[in-house]
């Protein structure tokens, strides 16, 4: 129940198309879904964040799309560029214990080709 | 502003010697710290939190420790390195209700 479904593993994407990747989850204490971008050898980095009383989220070129009833989220990147080359992570996460209990997802692999 | 530092970048350990891995913040106080390892194909692992000095907390039993000596300083040790412990290593803290994670640039572990 504590699980986070990522998909796809990996993605290629021409310059200038649409990413997609999803995620769905189980567990309904989940109260808050950020994104984290990480490049080859760095740390991840939070990217963009929602909350379950919001459908969807925008900056910049990322969007989250939440769909709550179908405990389903997603990550849009428009117009992708080849500097969006990056392995990102969906995660969900709610508070616990004193500190937020974070569940990550496995991880999508993006390359955008020129 | 905050930073986070994490070292050493790339390590290579023979099987059976201690390890010793090192992360401080600087700009906050009271931060809550965490140790993730991160597989290939497997996303983060959360290995230890804490929330104060001396407070840690192990999500997974396993063949490393950690500490907390200072406020801003996190820890992760090993008595005897196994082959399994080869992974990236991962520091990170946050701050308030904790619902932002910031990562340091991470530790390659390889255990030979």
């Known amino acids: 129940q504590q699980q986070v479904k990522q998909s796809p593993q990996s993605l290629i994407v021409q310059k200038g198309g649409i990413s997609i990747i999803n995620c769905a989850y189980e567990?309904?204490?989940?109260?808050?879904f950020p994104w984290y971008q990480q490049f080859p050898g760095k740390g991840p980095a939070l990217l963009i964040a929602?909350?379950?009383?919001?459908s969807e989220k925008k900056e910049g070129r990322f969007t989250i799309s939440f769909n709550k009833s179908a405990k389903q989220f997603s990550l849009h990147i428009m117009d992708s560029q080849p500097g969006d080359s990056a392995t990102y992570f969906c995660?969900?996460?709610?508070?616990?214990?004193?500190?937020?209990?974070?569940?990550f997802g496995t991880g999508t692999k993006l390359q955008v080709i020129p | 502003s905050q930073t986070i530092h994490q070292w050493p970048a790339t390590l290579v350990q023979p099987v059976g010697s201690p390890l010793s891995l090192e992360c401080t913040v600087e700009?906050?106080?009271?931060?809550?710290l965490y140790w993730y390892r991160q597989a290939a194909g497997r996303g983060l692992q959360l290995l230890f939190y804490?929330?104060?000095?001396?407070?840690i907390s192990s999500e997974v039993p396993q063949n490393l420790s950690a500490s907390r000596p200072q406020d801003r300083q996190f820890i992760l040790s090993s008595k005897k390195l196994l082959l399994s412990d080869s992974g990236f290593y991962l520091c990170?803290?946050?701050?308030?209700?904790?619902?932002?994670?910031?990562f340091g640039s991470g530790t390659q572990l390889s255990v030979l």
């Open positions: 567990n309904t204490a989940f109260d808050y």
């Open positions: 995660a969900a996460s709610y508070h616990s214990g004193g500190y937020q209990k974070v569940t």
């Open positions: 804490s929330v104060g000095i001396g407070q």
């Open positions: 700009g906050t106080s009271n931060p809550n």
């Open positions: 929602i909350r379950p009383d919001v």
């Open positions: 990170a803290w946050s701050q308030g209700r904790g619902e932002k994670l910031f």
